[in-house]
């Protein structure tokens, strides 16, 4: 039998206010990123903030400079150059539509490199209102996303849970989109569905910790152990668990990473953030949250 | 006890021939199965999204505001020809959404009521007023949005676009769905030109149009407009024309004054199609009236013989040729420095007819086929490679446990793939990221109870009885953790468009999947191998 970890007895919860602290700094980090958002400070992708994208791809690799100096000839204002993962493609942003600007483009681009041969790959086109609606159905979505796990949660669990397993969400959903913002990665609707898949499966993970904890809790007498000990015990029994499927999981995310081509790229760091700090949140933030909230008052027999 | 076992094997053999037979069309295998079966079994499969086929997805919105107001304008036109017939003279004005007449007697409000007894009379200023009720306008604004929709469906249809997709969305939009297609811009201009065409004429009666430059600017357009404004004579508008400099592509507008009035339009045309000019060897439009029109047309040119009419198509003037004699037989051409290309886009969409309103590009979402390509196969390699390296961590980590996992994982996939393609879902780049993130997850329920089961055969649990707790005791973990993750997809769902829902199709799908495969698959293996007789140990 092969084990990643054998019998284990961490004292996970020893650790809390250390890692509260961590904590709180990620979500102030990731409620700092929603203001750069709301002011329009962050890099917005045009399905929120409207205006024109293009992707270009060239037959040998080229530089942003490259591309910079044939736009600035052309009188395109506000141009936003960006790279990709490969080397022969670019991302050129505009915020707002401008008339004839995507001709322009293609026509300098064609006329100025074209040894490099370049071909537009795709075009993404939103006009105000169309970003104004995407905005406001993602805020939906998450709202709605929230809601229906609190419900759930509060149907499944006690109520000190359900508050533990609702900031470890947030937490991570934060978190995730903290970092972003300081990547400079851009913030768009395949991201969205990113953080709420990151939000269902952080759950799934700190569930089976609560699961755990919760079948133990039935187990014990009052007085025998502090909520504390039961808690790490319970950690430390499914530990292998989460870190095997946290594996599996970040297996998938990492073969997208790396060979799900540009478009699902940034997707899939998302995913392995949230991976990462989903499984850290199960642990670190999740328990000591209800064990900060409940005290011995959980162990009632 | 065995027969039960049997009845598993036998249900899990059913769903797996039934994904196959769903999924068949989307193998090159479906070929080459005879055609009873193409005709009677699954023949659709799982269809690709237009992020992984190439093609357009276009949001149009109708200006509902210019259906209105182009109703009145109608409405007072004929207004006008009416009461003229009948020997009334009063003037006829259009004021964006409401008719002035003066002055107004009792012979010319019963032509009005007879005729548009929808009309509401009211008094302002010296006028009276005639204005459409808003039951009528909301009529108009619901036809103007279905004529569109029908127009730009036969101007698709001219395009040769295979399967495309027009819908209404909202109040005021229209989603057009292009997959495939070979020159998104091309279809862009197309679908989106309004191909208003009227005819008007020149005034030469005032003596202004001398004082005219000859080209301006575009930039200088609106400033232009605004300095002359106040000297036109009343009824009198200027339009531009589109001169560009073939050598330099440099674009300039030359400036006409027209009367305002609407002789004939585009309503009335038969045919359009391009001829090539003899002597220019110049494409041109040649147009041909219906009958009403063919008589309206040959009345105007008998009116106004050397005359100049401007012919203009969306607010710009193409030609103001002079009318040198009456034209009967309702002939007419659009000439005007055309590329054979531009000239046969023109007769395209003035042949599928016009637009009852100005529509503007909302949303233009384009994929390239070598991205849509790049994507699939990006995808596939994605998803082959979360595959083996799962599939080989379990075999390493539980032995033949893992190996009992990893045949899960495969009837997953299968399943899921089975179950896209028997609800004809439409794959997406995310919907194939959501696959590998199955994949990822799909183990989960597995290694959930393989580790109960390590835990309760260290209590010292014979195996059959460590598999039959570990079952037990990991289901509602199991229920809850699946729970979750199908709320958040079930909401993607529902407020995600286009790529999204996929992800949230294919998640949603593949999690619902791995409850039974990991609740019904493996155990069923596992009850297979231990069935009757006590084994001493368990490979986990």
């Known amino acids: 039998m092969i084990q990643i970890l054998g019998k284990t007895n961490i004292d996970f919860l020893g650790k809390k206010y250390f890692a509260l602290g961590f904590s709180c700094l990620m979500i102030l980090l990731g409620i700092f990123a929603i203001f750069q958002i709301n002011f329009g400070k962050a890099n917005l992708g045009v399905d929120f903030a409207g205006g024109l994208s293009l992707q270009i791809r060239f037959s040998q690799p080229v530089t942003l400079a490259e591309v910079r100096a044939v736009l600035d000839k052309t009188g395109i204002k506000d141009a936003d150059i960006q790279e990709l993962p490969t080397e022969k493609k670019i991302l050129i942003k505009l915020k707002k539509q401008q008339e004839g600007a995507q001709d322009i483009i293609e026509k300098s681009l064609k006329e100025n490199l074209s040894t490099k041969e370049p071909i537009i790959e795709s075009i993404t086109e939103i006009g105000p209102k169309i970003g104004e609606r995407t905005k406001r159905d993602a805020l939906l979505a998450i709202l709605a996303a929230t809601a229906g796990i609190l419900i759930y949660i509060a149907i499944r669990f006690k109520f000190h849970f359900s508050i533990g397993a609702t900031v470890a969400t947030f937490h991570d959903v934060m978190a995730v989109l903290g970092i972003f913002y300081i990547l400079d990665k851009e913030i768009n609707l395949i991201f969205i569905s990113a953080l709420l898949t990151i939000a269902g499966y952080s759950l799934t993970d700190t569930v089976v910790v609560f699961d755990r904890i919760r079948e133990n809790l039935g187990k014990v007498a009052k007085g025998s152990i502090t909520l504390e000990a039961l808690m790490n015990r319970s950690i430390n029994e499914v530990l292998s668990r989460t870190i095997v499927t946290s594996l599996t999981t970040l297996m998938a995310a990492v073969a997208l990473f790396f060979f799900g081509g540009e478009v699902l790229h940034d997707f899939a760091l998302a995913m392995i953030l949230g991976i990462i700090i989903g499984t850290y949140s199960s642990v670190f933030v999740a328990s000591p949250v209800v064990l900060l909230l409940g005290k011995n008052s959980l162990i009632k027999r | ?540």
Not at chain 2, 408 to 430: K, S
Not at chain 2, 504 to 509: E, K, Y
């Open chain 2, 1 to 540: 006890m065995r027969k039960a076992i049997y009845i598993r094997i036998a249900l899990i053999a059913f769903t797996v021939v039934l994904a196959i037979i769903f999924f068949l069309p989307n193998t090159p295998l479906f070929n080459y199965m005879p055609d009873w079966w193409k005709k009677n079994l699954p023949n659709k499969g799982i269809v690709l999204g237009l992020d992984l086929r190439g093609g357009s997805h276009l949001i149009f919105e109708v200006d509902l505001k210019r259906a209105r107001e182009i109703t009145v304008e109608r409405i007072g036109m004929h207004l006008q020809s009416l009461l003229e017939k009948k020997g009334q003279k009063p003037t006829v004005k259009v004021q964006g959404e409401k008719i002035l007449i003066q002055p107004v007697n009792d012979e010319v409000k019963k032509i009005i009521r007879e005729n548009y007894p929808d009309l509401s009379i009211s008094d302002q200023d010296a006028n009276i007023v005639f204005q459409l009720p808003e039951s009528a306008f909301k009529r108009v604004e619901t036809t103007s949005v279905e004529q569109a929709i029908e127009v730009i469906r036969n101007r698709i249809d001219q395009l040769g676009v295979a399967e495309p997709a027009i819908h209404k969305q909202g109040e005021n939009e229209i989603v057009v769905q292009l997959p495939g297609v070979k020159d998104p811009k091309k279809a862009l201009e197309i679908i989106g030109k309004t191909a208003q065409l009227e005819f008007k004429l020149l005034d030469e009666e005032t003596l202004l149009w001398k004082e005219l430059p000859s080209l301006i600017k575009p930039s200088e357009e609106e400033a232009f407009l605004a300095q002359w404004k106040a000297r036109l004579p009343e009824g009198d508008e200027i339009i531009f024309q589109k001169i560009v400099n073939k050598e330099t592509g440099e674009v300039y507008k030359r400036p006409y004054i027209v009367k305002k009035d609407v002789l004939l339009t585009g309503d009335l045309l038969a045919e359009a199609h391009v001829s090539i000019d003899q002597r220019f060897n110049e494409p041109y439009v040649s147009l041909r009236f219906n009958d009403a029109g063919a008589k309206i047309f040959e009345e105007i040119t008998a009116k106004y013989v050397k005359r100049r009419l401007a012919i203009i198509l969306d607010g710009n003037l193409y030609s103001a040729p002079v009318i040198q004699e009456k034209i009967e037989g309702g002939n007419a051409q659009i000439s005007g420095n055309f590329t054979l290309e531009e000239a046969k886009d023109l007769a395209i969409v003035l042949r599928a007819g016009a637009l009852p309103a100005p529509v503007k590009l909302i949303q233009n979402v384009t994929v390239g086929p070598t991205l849509g390509k790049d994507s699939i196969e990006a995808g596939k390699m994605a998803v082959l490679i979360a595959s083996v390296l799962v599939i080989v961590f379990m075999i390493v980590y539980y032995r033949l446990s893992g190996v009992i996992a990893d045949f899960a994982l495969i009837l997953n996939i299968l399943l899921l793939i089975g179950a896209l393609a028997a609800l004809n879902a439409t794959l997406t780049l995310p919907g194939i990221a959501g696959i590998a993130l199955a994949i990822g997850m799909a183990v989960d329920s597995n290694v959930l109870m393989f580790e109960r089961i390590r835990e309760e055969l260290r209590l010292g649990k014979t195996p059959k009885a460590a598999i039959e707790s570990g079952y037990k005791k990991a289901f509602w973990t199991i229920f809850d953790s699946h729970v979750t993750t199908l709320i958040t997809a079930a909401v993607l769902f529902h407020f995600g468009s286009g790529p999204i829902k996929g992800f949230a199709v294919t998640l949603s799908l593949g999690i619902a999947i791995n409850l039974f495969t990991a609740l019904i698959g493996t155990k069923t293996v596992f009850d297979f191998i231990y069935i009757g007789k006590e084994r001493k140990s368990l490979s986990i």
